[in-house]
């Protein structure tokens, strides 16, 4: 079958590196003194639950969030054939105390790892670590990697306000290099957000691709990306502003010596490295990250399950994309390099 045809918009051949998980029940804090974010989970009407944080309720959530069963009988419709899932991102937990938050990832990336066992194949695991501890984040860095077999963590676009191109985590990001673990780098507790005018919801529609922007262009500032030409990094909501900003900071390069000299490489050159999804709601917009990225870096993203969600990525993909061969590239190519997948394993 022709790569044209297999994606066609009425296939089910593509992957999905961006789809979160909330499992059923989340587990009891272990020790003495509750910590004041420890999430639990409570009962909602019919098949859906509460996300509880802090007393209040944080998401309504239904079982398409837990059940395999549900998820994969939604994926032919979006003409998916295999999803990585990760944690919802407030889960990442970077605001609790190191150890209670390794307790809780630990529980997580374990019914992450017990969902992609039961589905066959068509669920990847996209374990998560403790990165506000960069000991115990290797420590769960190992055990996803070693223990649960994961290709791929999922982060923060920052980590209690220090972005992922802090000096920092540049040993961790060393190490998921090293053991070939990609990194999928999401939106938590945006910057900027005093600054939104309007109801709560313009947070993930505004604040979302700010801070994804930032983190992305600290990659590049820190040289990260340029020191670890192995690590395979990528960024939710299509690189957030990264696309953007990219000409400003080239003709600051430029400008200024201090920016040439702490990037060797350019801005455009480094940002053609990083992987980004196709979460952009607009074909305009799509098209022009295909030209600044490169057609080798985009992969799906849908952000399954939550109402604000691409129902439809494959046919998102083909409203952008003539080529037949830059589309198969971002239906499934791309993301079965990112994830490290057998191309001959994908479903269809």
């Known amino acids: 079958m022709s790569a044209a045809h297999r994606h066609a918009p009425g296939c089910a051949c593509g992957i999905d590196v961006h789809a979160h998980v909330i499992p059923h029940d989340l587990p009891r804090y272990l020790g003495d003194v509750l910590p004041a974010g420890w999430p639990s989970m409570a009962p909602a009407q019919a098949c859906h639950r509460h996300v509880m944080i802090a007393g209040k309720v944080y998401r309504t959530v239904s079982d398409k969030a837990w059940s395999p069963t549900r998820r994969i009988a939604d994926m032919a419709p979006m003409g998916l054939a295999q999803q990585a899932i990760s944690p919802m991102p407030e889960l990442l937990s970077y605001w ?102 309007g109801p709560d919801k313009l947070l993930p529609a505004l604040a ?39 000409p400003r900071l080239e003709q600051a390069r430029r400008v200024f010596p201090a920016l040439r000299e702490a990037m060797p490489l350019s801005p455009s050159a480094q940002a053609r490295r990083l992987y980004y999804d196709t979460l952009v709601f607009d074909a305009p917009t799509l098209r022009h990250l295909v030209d600044r990225f490169g057609a080798s870096q985009l992969m799906i993203g849908t952000d399954y399950p939550f109402a604000f969600h691409d129902p439809r990525p494959v046919e998102s993909i083909a409203a952008a994309v003539p080529d037949p061969e830059v589309r198969a590239a971002l239906v499934s190519a791309n993301a079965a390099r990112f994830l490290g997948l057998d191309p001959r394993t994908i479903h269809s």
């Open 208 to 246: 979302y691709p700010t801070d994804v922007g930032l983190a992305a262009a600290s990659v590049l500032t820190s040289g990260l990306i340029d020191r670890l030409p192995a690590l395979k990094m990528a960024f939710s909501h299509g690189g957030g502003t990264l696309a953007a900003l990219l």
């Open 96 to 197: 609790l105390e190191a150890r209670a938050a390794a307790q809780l990832l630990r529980y997580m990336n374990e019914r992450i790892a017990e969902m992609a066992a039961s589905s066959g194949g068509r669920l990847v695991g996209m374990g998560a670590v403790p990165l506000q501890d960069p000991d115990l984040a290797l420590a769960e860095l190992d055990h996803v990697a070693d223990q649960l077999g994961f290709r791929a963590i999922e982060v923060g676009s920052n980590i209690n306000g220090k972005p992922v191109g802090s000096p920092e985590f540049a040993p961790f990001f060393a190490a998921c290099a090293e053991k070939g673990v990609a990194v999928f780098v999401h939106a938590l507790k945006p910057a900027g957000t005093e600054r939104l005018v």
